[in-house]
Antibody
Framework: EVQLVESGGGLIQPGGSLRLSCAASGFTVSSNYMSWVRQAPGKGLEWVSVIYSGGSTYYADSVKGRFTISRDNSKNTLYLQMNSLRAEDTAVYYC???????????WGQGTLVTVSS | QSVLTQPPSVSGAPGQRVTISCTGSSSNIGAGYDVHWYQQLPGTAPKLLIYGNSNRPSGVPDRFSGSKSGTSASLAISGLQAEDEADYYCQSYDSSLSGAVFGGGTQLTVL
């Protein structure tokens, strides 16, 4: 059974850093496109970043230069390093299998990141 | 403002048919990239409803159907049921952004 379990969210001050983790089971992270998608409170879905199976990475303009997506093949885990956090980064962050032009067929339960002083 | 445009809300009575539109441009839907649809029930993660414009994953009722033409796509829901009340999102790929793009979401109300 495919499962994605995020962790690492919480309350952080503006300008701070946070690293989200997504532990995958039931499939191999490195063999798939993997994405982070976020949803601000009461708002719609926003694509954040994708890592291709070949290792290429892409980012939304809103996070480019501040966020870094990566994976640990030995742990079958996806990460999102978030630096220079802003109030507008407050959202539930979902880890997802798929992305770019491939449908997202599995989503994690989401982890809430709140950026506030 | 979302790259893909959806109506904010639609509604219909039980048993009726509703459609949700998703309008893009020449750098996404119009460029030939597939459109996917997701259903998000309150307080839960999105769920894949339609992939590759018109394909249903296993377990999705055939009351849900998708289509695509030109720079637009549509999701149709027939035989509306109370449990269909949710937010629906379309998604495609945008070559100028090198990433996925979502519609703003459509809230479906079953009257």
């Amino acid at each position: 059974e495919v499962q994605l379990v995020e962790s690492g969210g919480g309350l952080i001050q503006p300008g701070g850093s946070l690293r989200l983790s997504c532990a995958a089971s039931g499939f191999t992270v490195s063999s798939n496109y993997m994405s982070w998608v976020r949803q601000a409170p009461g708002k719609g879905l926003e694509w954040v970043s994708v890592i291709y199976s070949g290792g290429s990475t892409y980012y939304a303009d809103s996070v480019k230069g501040r966020f870094t997506i990566s994976r640990d093949n030995s742990k079958n885990t996806l990460y999102l390093q978030m630096n220079s956090l802003r109030a507008e980064d407050t959202a539930v962050y979902y880890c997802a299998r798929g992305g770019a032009y491939i449908a997202i067929d599995y989503w994690g339960q989401g982890t809430l990141v709140t950026v506030s002083s | 403002q979302s790259v893909l445009t959806q109506p904010p809300s639609v509604s219909g009575a039980p048993g009726q048919r509703v459609t949700i539109s998703c309008t893009g441009s020449s750098s996404n839907i119009g460029a030939g990239y597939d459109v996917h649809w997701y259903q998000q029930l309150p307080g839960t993660a999105p769920k894949l409803l339609i992939y590759g414009n018109s394909n249903r994953p296993s377990g999705v009722p055939d009351r849900f159907s998708g289509s695509k033409s030109g720079t637009s796509a549509s999701l149709a829901i027939s035989g509306l049921q109370a449990e269909d009340e949710a937010d629906y999102y379309c998604q495609s790929y945008d070559s100028s952004l090198s990433g996925a793009v979502f519609g703003g979401g459509t809230q479906l109300t079953v009257l």
